[in-house]
């Protein structure tokens, strides 16, 4: 009876390692979601870490997950590793390939558990973009590693399914514009004397432009006593923006920061802003500014960028001599 027994125990062994090796060698998770914004948003959350812990769906399993990331800021070569309990183990992520606004594609390194490919597919649809998130596997050759081939579904599939979540949570608090082909650097900006007064007016461009020319006429006045000469173009340092109000600086940069008699009225002696910052140029008339600043509001915070202090402008061209189609207005955000 224990020969018996034993030879249907090999038998059986035999059996589930033949099955085994029938088995698909490979396996496939996948999971979609449909996020209310432009393909262009969700892409530069998901082309980077920047962003990651803040949607990764394994960050709730380990909150003091140790999460580093470095390589490129972003696209190919942007890298991610992690330690963490027993519930997200270490490994390693970097970006491999990516088109932009339609796909992202990772190397998963698991350690002693193998390498997987983690690919990000975006499509456009009515809504905004129809995200789909998934995994191929290698199992290896052996029959155990295609047992578990079978589970991986059921293994991973629900934290891809709950990290598209908070993706969609974290992208739809994210201004709802199209930042596609929108043209930003970062720069470094070194600081030079100013001459700036502050100013509260109506939200309304007429009341803006006319609130301006008169921040303007007031530090010429200041110039002109104390022999100072304008060393650039003028410069806007923005304020508090509300629906029926705006305050802000009017600012010129003059040829010396140091200037006898002190103040006069409003207007005081600074320095500009030094450091490093994002950099875009808005080509038209000051009243569509508002959508350049949407847009680069929009693309700081998906691309994970942190402000460090107020945004300011710098008016390249003269309005008096320069089509309005035509007016350069430099706009530069501080970063941390």
Same mark, same amino acid.
């Given at each position: 009876?224990?020969? &018996? ?8 062994? #035999? ?11 490979t396996s496939?998770v996948? *999971? ?14 998901? /082309? ?11 960050q ?14 972003e ?7 992690w ?32 390498v ?5 597919r ?31 579904d ?16 974290l992208a ?7 930042? #596609? ?19 509260s ?37 923005d304020?508090?923006? *509300?629906?029926?109000?705006f305050?802000?600086?009017? #600012?010129?940069?003059? /040829? ?11 207007v *005081? ?17 000051? /009243?569509?500014?508002?959508q ?6 929009a693309?700081?915070? #998906?691309?994970?960028?942190?402000? &460090? ?28």
């Amino acid at each position: 009876m224990l020969k &018996k027994i034993l030879i249907g125990g090999l038998g059986l062994v #035999a059996a589930l390692a033949v099955i085994g090796l029938l088995l698909p060698r490979t396996s496939h998770v996948q *999971r979609s979601i449909e996020i209310g914004r432009p393909a262009s948003v969700v892409y530069a959350i998901v /082309d980077s870490f920047q962003l990651f812990d803040q949607w990764s769906p394994w960050q709730d399993l380990d909150p003091n997950m140790k999460q580093t990331v470095g390589g490129a800021r972003e696209g190919v070569g942007a890298t991610l590793t992690w330690t963490g309990n027993d519930k997200v183990g270490s490994g390693s992520q970097v970006i491999t390939a990516d088109v932009p606004n339609r796909s992202v594609e990772s190397n998963v390194d698991f350690g002693s558990m193998g390498v997987a490919k983690a690919t990000l597919r975006l499509e456009p649809v009515a809504a905004g973009t129809r995200v789909t998130w998934m995994l191929d596997s290698d199992m290896g050759a052996g029959p155990i590693g295609h047992y578990f081939g079978l589970m991986m579904d059921r293994m991973i599939g629900q934290d891809y399914a709950h990290g598209l979540e908070k993706l969609k949570r974290l992208a739809e608090n994210m201004p709802d514009v199209d930042i #596609a082909g929108f043209d930003v650097h970062a720069v470094q900006v070194a600081g030079r004397p100013i001459l700036m007064v502050r100013r509260s007016t109506g939200a309304d461009v007429s009341s803006i432009a006319k609130a301006y020319a008169d921040g303007y006429a007031e530090i010429r006045k200041f110039m002109t006593a104390r022999k100072l000469k304008q060393a650039g173009p003028p410069m806007g340092i923005d304020g508090d923006m *509300r629906d029926k109000s705006f305050t802000f600086d009017a #600012a010129l940069p003059v /040829d010396r920061g140091a200037v006898s008699g002190g103040g006069a009225g409003d207007v *005081r002696l600074a320095q500009s802003y030094t450091g490093s910052a994002l950099r875009t140029v808005h080509l038209g008339p000051y /009243d569509t500014l508002g959508q350049t600043y949407g847009k680069m509001r929009a693309y700081m915070m #998906a691309h994970g960028y942190g402000a &460090k202090g107020p945004s300011f402008s710098i008016y390249i061209d003269d309005p008096a001599v320069t089509p309005a189609p035509q007016l350069r207005t430099e706009i530069y955000w501080p970063l941390q």
